[in-house]
T-cell receptor, first 114, second 111 residues
Framework: ETGVTQSPTHLIKTRGQQVTLRCSSQ?????VSWYQQALGQGPQFIFQ???????GRGNFPPRFSGLQFPNYSSELNVNALELDDSALYLC?????????????FGNGTRLTVT | DQQVKQNSPSLSVQEGRISILNCDYT??????FLWYKKYPAEGPTFLIS?????DKNEDGRFTVFLNKSAKHLSLHIVPSQPGDSAVYFC??????????FGTGTSLTVIP
């Protein structure tokens, strides 16, 4: 059973640029959630995709957008990067959206905006 | 709006002793809480959960206690092992499995 994989592992971008992060969900999982973890903070919910549709969004501006594909992999896109976007971006998959469907996290993408 | 709050950023414990990690929460629609553990350069992994129908849930060396009147939960690790050194996050659902995470407690178990 393949776990959640994220690419790239590290990324350096310049303020104002755009970035795309990728996530392959665990086999059998149809739900993908994205979290941002800033230094010294806990993961903060960005949004969730269930069967290719957005299924909830946290307190993030519209320049954070996403997609889920028919194979349930997902992308996170961030436009007009700001310095505060520097963080670890975590993708998690689950076998549904119920509160007792545990999240299985990937190892994250470390984004640095200069 | 801190729905769960971990007031201790760090904790050091001697190997073999008990580790107690604490978490306070505000009013919650879902009385269901989880603990995740995170090693450096890895994603968080699910550790243990508890729902309001219980006040205690145990899984091996890990026990979570829920005090609903105090809006407080705690994670006990007995006995603590060096491999338990990690950051521990408490979390609760905002809706479904969209979770609000605390800021974490970094546990160091000293051999």
């Amino acid at each position: 059973e393949t776990g959640v994989t994220q690419s790239p592992t590290h990324l350096i971008k310049t303020r104002g640029q755009q970035v795309t992060l990728r996530c392959s969900s665990q086999s059998g999982h149809n739900t993908v959630s994205w979290y941002q973890q800033a230094l010294g903070q806990g993961p903060q919910f960005i949004f969730q995709y269930y069967r290719e549709e957005e299924n909830g969004r946290g307190n993030f501006p519209p320049r954070f957008s996403g997609l889920q594909f028919p194979n349930y992999s997902s992308e996170l896109n961030v436009n007009a990067l700001e310095l505060d976007d520097s963080a670890l971006y975590l993708c998690a998959s689950s076998s549904g959206t119920s509160y007792n469907s545990p999240l299985h996290f990937g190892n994250g993408t470390r984004l640095t905006v200069t | 709006d801190q729905q769960v709050k971990q007031n201790s950023p760090s904790l050091s414990v001697q190997e073999g002793r008990i580790s107690i990690l604490n978490c306070d929460y505000t009013n919650s629609m879902f009385d269901y809480f989880l603990w995740y553990k995170k090693y450096p350069a890895e994603g968080p992994t699910f550790l243990i959960s508890i729902s309001s129908i219980k006040d205690k849930n145990e899984d091996g060396r890990f026990t979570v206690f829920l005090n609903k009147s105090a809006k407080h939960l705690s994670l006990h690790i007995v006995p603590s092992q060096p491999g338990d050194s990690a950051v521990y996050f408490c979390a609760k659902p905002v809706t479904g499995n969209q979770f609000y995470f605390g800021t974490g407690t970094s546990l160091t178990v000293i051999p």
